[in-house]
């Protein structure tokens, strides 16, 4: 369990997404715009920057097979953005129709809908409109009752995770009729008319629910909580297990592998933890173990040793070092500052990518 790369940025970044090759990667620099690098050598270069939202980007979302960028923001808007002959970014405004801010987007497993959680009590269900020509959305509102923080896709395209302020994790109906094939019964449920609630489970002390994740086969599903905890239900059983941690909150988690959950947040490195017998327990903190012997990072060209300096200084919202001493004063970590997004990599069933508001962007191998 290793680390494979590690990118430095010169700002904190919020939110990523890579390609279905990982030659590009969108961010987000806690500012209403995404920046587009393109991997060369060792080298990350800025290409594109999409500027279309009004306040801070929340999420940002990379469909590998059809490469088209879903983004949200405190704006109340969301857009798809595709690629043109050019290479110019288009965006097309999806029409949400929510009152409070986007909080996160996910694509679907087919990449023909996708969802947007809001602070307006409501997940938007988002596909395209043929006779529009334009996105449009359906709201999931009943039984939500705040701010939804939070969502997950099921691997059959239909149901949908969800969790946010109301201190519950979710699992409804995201069926489109028109869109979605009709989906095989399964433990969550026969008959899944869109809206319907397949399962409701609570933070175990109550605490907001940040993360949420299906198992790779669909039949469990994860959530973390502000109660510094991870809990795993699993309905054909019946079993909710939690495990609480030592640390302070997880607020992302990714399920990349049947027997291996990762989570990350405030405590700085990404908790793995493996399956054993009906429970769950931590079994490795990434990154301590290679922090002393990893290679050479490859990042932005970003000027002088003065601007360097001055980066050092706002990402990590601290005095800058040098030599020894910055050594003496940084964590055992990788990341040196909260881990803001751990986004599972569609294209294998090990690899797992953080990024935090110290401006590092790092990839990971669960079983490495």
């Known amino acids: 369990m290793g680390l494979l790369d590690e990118y430095n940025f010169p700002f904190c970044v919020t939110a990523h997404s890579f390609n279905h090759d990982k030659t590009q990667v969108a961010v987000c620099p806690n500012s209403n715009e995404v920046h587009i690098y393109q991997r060369s050598g060792t080298q990350w270069a800025l290409g594109h920057v999409l500027a279309e939202h009004d306040l801070r980007v929340t999420s940002i979302d990379w469909a590998p097979r059809t490469n088209r960028l879903v983004t949200c923001s405190q704006d109340k808007n969301a857009y798809v953005w595709t690629q043109d002959a050019t290479g110019t970014w288009r965006p097309t405004l999806v029409h949400l129709r929510i009152q409070r801010a986007a909080t996160q987007a996910k694509w679907s497993p087919l990449e023909n809908k996708f969802a947007v959680a ?19 959305s359906k709201h999931i509102k009943r039984p939500i009752a705040s701010t939804v923080l939070c969502v997950a896709w099921h691997p059959n395209n239909v149901l949908l995770a969800c969790g946010g302020a109301d201190m519950k994790a979710r699992v409804l109906s995201a069926y489109i009729k028109g869109v979605d094939e009709k989906p095989v019964a399964s433990a969550w449920g026969e008959r899944l008319p869109f809206n319907t609630l397949c399962g409701e489970f609570a933070a175990p002390s109550g605490g907001w629910i940040h993360g949420v994740a299906f198992s790779p086969d669909g039949e469990s599903v994860a959530f973390v909580s502000h109660d510094s905890s991870l809990t795993v239900a699993t309905p054909a059983s019946g079993d909710v297990v939690s495990v609480r941690a030592s640390g302070l909150p997880f607020v992302t988690l990714a399920w990349p592998v049947a027997d291996t959950i990762v989570a990350a947040g405030y405590d700085c490195s990404p908790m793995v933890y493996t399956r054993d017998g009906a429970s769950w327990r931590l079994v490795k903190r990434l990154g301590e173990d290679d922090r002393s012997r990893r290679s050479a990072t490859a990042s932005p060209s970003s000027g002088n040793s003065a601007f360097n300096l001055f980066r050092q200084m706002d990402s990590r919202n601290q005095p800058a070092r040098t030599g020894s001493a910055a050594d003496g004063g940084s964590l055992r970590s990788i990341h040196q500052n909260t881990i803001t997004q751990l986004h599972r990599d569609p294209t294998t069933d090990a690899d797992v990518s953080t990024s935090g508001l110290d401006g590092k962007l790092v990839q990971w191998n669960v079983r490495a």
């Open 118 to 136: 809001s602070g307006d009590k409501c997940v938007a269900v988002c596909y395209f409109g043929e006779d529009n020509d334009w996105w449009v």
